[in-house]
Structures are given as structure tokens and as C-alpha cells.
């Protein structure tokens, strides 16, 4: 341990003995739940790093937009043209989304591969 985290662990200690922690908000109960729990443990930060930076990944993008078009249905006269186009885009993605859950990796989609390649490789 270097200095600065033995520095960091006295003012903490000093705290703690102080009372400071004691009334924070939500102090007893549970955390919440980790969102990246179902990511494997080696995988996490790069995924939290891609979250924060505001790539999400193809699936959660679709998944998104099928919760919006089955809003837009539910708003819609549902023999209009738009109705049937809505729902023909609707199934769309949810094909897709199912084939994609059955295997493809993040990197092998092309828009979100390319995305992730060009970022990872741009020259600052």
C-alpha cells in the first residue's frame, strides 16, 4: 500500500470513528443490483467504459425501439398504412433481435464493431 492509500484510509478510519457514515442516505439497507451482473467478471469495466461513453450495445438499441413501436402501435388506427408499416418494422427487429441473442458477438456487428474499432483506434 503507497501513501497516498494509507493517507486515504486514515481520513476514512478518522471519519467512521467521527460518525460521519453513519446517517447516510440508505445506510442498512441492500445495494442495488448489479446491471452488469450477467457479464462475465473480466468483462465489466470494458462494458461499464463502453456504457459511460454512450455506446450501447445493438441489442439494447433494438430493444429499445420495440418498446417504442409497441407504444406507437397501441396509439395508432390499426388498419392505416402507418399501423402496417409499424408492424412490419416491429417484426423486423424482433427477429433480429432474436437471432442476435443467439450468438453474435458485439464486435461482429458491423455498425457497432466499426464504432468501437474507430474509437479504440483514434489518435488523440
Same mark, same amino acid.
Given at each position: 500500500m503507497n501513501y497516498l492509500d494509507r493517507l486515504a484510509e486514515a481520513h476514512i478510519r478518522t471519519a467512521a470513528e467521527h460518525?460521519?457514515?453513519d446517517n447516510l442516505r440508505?445506510?442498512? =439497507?441492500p445495494l442495488p443490483p448489479d446491471e452488469a451482473q450477467h457479464v462475465p467478471r473480466e468483462l465489466r469495466a470494458g462494458y461499464r467504459? #463502453? =456504457?459511460n461513453a454512450g455506446f450501447v450495445p445493438p441489442e439494447v438499441e433494438q430493444? =429499445?425501439?420495440i418498446h417504442d413501436l409497441r407504444?406507437? #402501435?397501441a396509439s395508432v388506427d390499426p388498419d392505416t398504412a402507418q399501423a402496417h408499416a409499424t408492424r412490419r418494422r416491429l417484426r423486423w427487429l424482433e427477429t433480429t433481435l432474436a437471432t442476435s441473442r443467439r450468438g453474435a458477438g458485439l464486435l461482429d456487428h458491423a455498425q457497432y464493431g466499426t464504432r468501437i474499432r474507430r474509437? #479504440?483506434?483514434r489518435v488523440r
Open positions: 460518525g460521519v457514515f440508505g445506510a442498512g =439497507k467504459m #463502453l =456504457k430493444a =429499445k425501439d407504444d406507437l #402501435l474509437r #479504440l483506434t
